[in-house]
């Protein structure tokens, strides 16, 4: 008796994945991922695999996080960040760390007219 599954249509995380998988690029789930300019028609992204592929048309629609990519593409984590590093590896994507919002000091005036606001309701 094999342990795999038999259901056509279904693909095993490492396949997708692929030789990517090996990479070990950290990306933290709030990570912001874009497509650099020409980077989707470049000649590079035309040899990707599907998994990657899905990836960079999902980013050409705008910034997005680590974690919404996985969502959206209703993969794991794990599957997620392989295809990203791969397509980091290849410059077809950008990553930046997203801000850190303990860094930043809050506007008191918005913050007060936020409250008035709500004491009104």
Same mark, same amino acid.
């Given at each position: ?27 933290? +789930? ?19 695999? +599907? ?71």
């Amino acid at each position: 008796m094999s342990g795999g599954h038999t259901r056509r249509g279904l693909t095993r995380s490492f396949a997708m994945a692929g030789d990517a998988a090996y990479l070990g690029v950290p990306l933290d +789930p709030a990570t912001l991922l874009r497509v650099p300019d020409g980077a989707a028609d470049s000649g590079a992204a035309a040899r990707l695999g +599907p998994g990657p592929l899905r990836v960079l048309r999902l980013c050409r629609t705008g910034v997005m996080s680590v974690v919404e990519v996985s969502a959206r593409l209703r993969l794991p984590g794990a599957v997620t960040r392989s295809l990203i590093a791969e397509l980091l590896d290849r410059d077809l994507l950008r990553a930046e760390a997203a801000p850190d919002p303990s860094s930043s000091v809050p506007d008191t005036a918005l913050l007060e007219r936020v409250l008035r606001g709500l004491e009104r309701l």
